[in-house]
């Protein structure tokens, strides 16, 4: 079985730059690899969560895949906790429910034959808003009906495990990730996808693997962090092979998407700027 993990595609109406990246990544998957399903582990939309229009654009062109797949919210689709939330773009029910109005469960299970799939909303980890108790709900319900066998892939935006300590921005689920895990003891956790960082890596966590998939869009300087392990910078999608109960990954460059920085992409810094111009 073949899954494929798109991230960070940071699509807008007047964001040609990444859009044109998008479908080209889009005919690779349909017409080249060919996976069963596809995953896109969020930051769907440019920079703007309460941008309708971008919302509309990247569900419009996601819709073109042919492929089965699924949606996760990042936190430019709409908002993080509170604390240390870039430009002040708090995550709120108002804007899950937007996004999740246009691109459907902002947390899901997908049962692919022998295997499940499960996507978490990161965002609202330590948020404190009725949506991350009713996901913690979901979460226990959900866990409980999978049982001990099943392999599980988990895809969420932001990583479960901590990026760096004390950091000064949102990184990972922070304190969240030590009561999912506890939860995820119950099941067979096989492997842990997420966006957010702009990079590849992987590493083993236990019987998990860890895979941070890169950006369709543009690379975000993450070796900067301090993360103490080596990550790729380059732009791509990433592949998952399950075999029984084996998962291995690969990480894909897309032909004809070339690797940038955001500085270098003018559309996309007019929509930074549009944004910081509000703040």
């Known amino acids: 079985m073949k899954i494929v993990q798109i991230s960070d595609t940071h699509l807008g109406a007047s964001v040609e730059s990444t859009s044109e990246a998008a479908r080209k990544v889009i005919d690779y998957i349909d017409n080249v690899l060919r996976p069963d399903f596809v995953v896109h582990t969020g930051d769907v939309v440019v920079i703007d969560p309460d941008n309708a229009e971008d919302r509309?654009?990247?569900?419009?062109?996601?819709?073109?895949?042919?492929?089965?797949?699924?949606?996760?919210?990042?936190?430019?689709?709409?908002?993080?906790?509170?604390?240390?939330?870039?430009?002040?773009?708090?995550?709120t029910s108002e804007r899950v429910g937007a996004f999740t109005e246009v691109f459907g469960p902002a947390q899901w299970r997908v049962d692919l034959g022998d295997v499940t799939l499960l996507g978490l909303n990161s965002e609202v980890f330590g948020s404190g808003i009725d949506d991350e108790a009713r996901q913690w709900e979901w979460i226990e319900e959900t866990v409980s009906g999978i049982g001990s066998e099943r392999p599980v892939l988990l895809f969420q935006h932001k990583p479960l495990w901590t990026v760096v300590e004390n950091s000064d921005h949102n990184l990972d689920i922070r304190e969240s990730g030590a009561l999912l895990l506890e939860h995820l003891e119950r099941v067979n956790l096989k492997s842990v996808g997420t966006g957010h960082l702009h990079c590849f890596r992987t590493k083993q966590r236990g019987g998990a693997l860890e895979v941070w998939a890169p950006s369709t869009a543009f690379m975000a300087g993450a070796g900067?962090?301090?993360?103490?392990?080596?990550?790729?910078?380059?732009?791509?999608?990433?592949?998952?092979?399950?075999?029984?109960?084996?998962?291995?990954?690969?990480?894909?460059?897309?032909?004809?998407?070339?690797?940038?920085?955001?500085?270098?992409?003018?559309?996309?810094?007019?929509?930074?700027?549009?944004v910081l111009a509000k703040a």
Not at 68 to 74: F, I, K, S, T
Not at 77 to 84: L, Q, R, S, T
């Open 56 to 91: 509309e654009h990247a569900h419009g062109l996601l819709s073109e895949l042919r492929t089965p797949y699924r949606v996760l919210p990042g936190n430019h689709d709409i908002g993080e906790p509170a604390e240390h939330a870039w430009q002040g773009q708090v995550v």
């Open 224 to 274: 900067d962090l301090g993360l103490g392990d080596p990550v790729t910078q380059q732009l791509g999608i990433v592949e998952y092979t399950i075999d029984g109960g084996d998962v291995t990954v690969e990480l894909l460059r897309v032909p004809g998407v070339h690797d940038a920085l955001m500085t270098e992409l003018d559309d996309v810094k007019a929509s930074v700027d549009t």
